[in-house]
C-alpha cells in the first residue's frame, strides 16, 4: 500500500532543519533560492549535499564544477527565506544585503554562516537531484539561527 503523500508530509514536518539560501552565478546572472534540504556529508573530504527540486530554476544551473554558497540563515531572516522561496529569477536579489565571494557568488549578510562550495556530483532522487558539494570555504557568525518546523519557522534559544 503506497504511502499517503498527506501522512508522509506530515511526519517530515516534524523534523525540525535549519534553513539555508543556496546562490550560484551562471551567465552573468544570479541564482538563489531556498533550500532546507541540507546536511553535511562527510568531514574528510569536506562534502555537504542538497536536494533540490527538478523544476527550479536554479537545478540545471548546478553542474560538476558550478560554485556555490550555502546561506545559513539567522533568526532575523524569515523574510529573506520567504523572499527565495516565492520569488523567480535574479529580482530575489533586488534590494537585498550581499556582497561577493572571490568567484562572484553572492554571499548574503548578516547569515549565520557562509559555505563556500563546488559541486562535485549529481544523483536522482525522485522529483528532486541529490547535489553534492565539495566545501572550499566557511565564515561563522554569533547569531541564532533561523528553524523550519511544522510548515512554520521558529527560533531556538540557548
Given at each position: ?32 533560492m531556498t533550500v532546507n534540504a541540507f546536511c553535511s ?41 520567504r523572499r527565495f522561496s516565492e520569488e523567480e529569477g ?28 563546488v559541486v562535485t556530483a549529481r544523483y536522482d532522487g ?33
Open positions: 500500500m503506497p504511502m499517503d503523500p498527506d501522512s508522509f508530509r506530515s511526519a517530515l514536518g516534524r523534523f525540525a532543519s535549519g534553513v539555508t539560501v543556496l546562490t550560484a552565478r551562471a551567465r552573468d546572472q544570479d541564482f538563489g556529508l562527510s568531514l574528510e573530504p569536506p562534502l555537504v549535499l542538497a536536494c533540490i527540486g527538478r523544476s527550479a530554476d536554479l537545478h540545471d544551473v548546478l553542474v560538476n564544477g558550478t560554485r556555490v554558497v550555502f546561506n545559513v540563515l539567522s533568526s532575523s531572516q524569515e523574510a529573506l527565506s535574479s529580482r530575489r536579489f533586488e534590494g537585498i544585503g550581499f556582497h561577493r565571494d572571490r568567484h562572484g557568488i553572492a554571499v548574503l549578510d548578516d547569515v549565520l554562516a557562509s559555505i563556500e562550495a525522485g522529483d528532486h537531484s541529490i547535489f553534492v558539494a565539495e566545501v572550499l570555504n566557511a565564515a561563522t557568525h554569533d547569531l541564532r539561527p533561523l528553524l523550519y518546523y511544522r510548515g512554520g519557522y521558529a527560533e531556538l534559544e540557548r
